[in-house]
């Protein structure tokens, strides 16, 4: 399978705290995302980073890149309650085609009041 | 951001009907869609990628005849779930981008449950 991994699975943290979620990828890629699910709705894009980038930030969230281990984070800081949802990585590039997005398997994220 | 609009969000069918979805993007030509298929709990899984005028591109496993992508015109493409059974029972997600090398604008997600 193609599919990335991300770590951790599932992620619980107090208000205010950090968070922080990795993940994986097995090909080369020309761009990763990160996007949010909230329960049984749509995708929200969070922020895109090329392949050429190493760090990139958005608000709250700080995303970063290591091309040479397959390999990006998403930090979101101080977290509000609002925040609780899914988080997944996804990597395009496959065969060619940007835009077609392997995503990785995602951590659930719950952040308590 | 760009809108993609999907439709039905949520519908429940008989076994062996046929179910059909759009995904249409509002303010935008969108040469290529991509459809999605998500299990509870779970990442989404790319079914196919939906060409305008031209036939789609099936991912390893999924059935084509089972899955039929239609992507008449620059701004809608169709999932047409034929003769479902419960097990095809799913979350469904399309995407569409502006011009390549972009992000992707996702529809809201049609939750399918066949009974």
């Known amino acids: 399978s193609q599919q990335g991994e991300e770590d951790p699975q599932a992620l619980s943290i107090q208000e205010g705290e950090n968070a922080t979620m990795n993940c994986s990828y097995k090909t080369s890629i020309n761009n990763l995302q990160w996007y949010r699910q909230n329960s049984g709705r749509g995708l929200v894009h969070l922020i895109l980073?090329?392949?050429?980038?190493r760090e990139k930030h958005s608000g709250r969230l700080r995303v970063t890149l290591d091309t040479s281990k397959k390999s990006s984070s998403l930090l979101i800081t101080a977290s509000r309650a609002a925040d609780t949802a899914s988080y997944f990585c996804a990597t395009d590039g496959v065969g060619g085609a940007t835009n077609k997005l392997i995503f990785g398997t995602g951590t659930l994220l719950a952040v308590q009041p | 951001g760009a809108v993609v609009s999907q439709h039905p969000s949520r519908v429940i069918c008989k076994s062996g009907t046929s179910v059909k979805i759009e995904c249409r993007s509002l303010d935008f030509q969108a040469t290529t869609m991509f459809w999605y298929r998500q299990f509870p709990k779970q990442s989404l899984m790319l079914m196919a990628t939906?060409?305008?005028?031209?036939?789609?591109?099936?991912e390893q496993g999924v059935e084509k005849d089972k899955f039929l992508i239609n992507h008449a015109s620059l701004t809608l493409s169709t999932l047409t779930v034929t003769s479902a059974h419960p097990e095809d029972s799913s979350f469904y997600i399309c995407?569409?981008?502006?011009?390549?090398?972009?992000?992707?604008?996702f529809g809201q997600g049609t939750r399918l449950t066949v009974v």
């Open positions: 980073i090329r392949s050429n980038e």
């Open positions: 995407s569409a981008s502006r011009v390549v090398d972009t992000e992707a604008f």
């Open positions: 939906s060409n305008e005028g031209s036939k789609a591109t099936y």
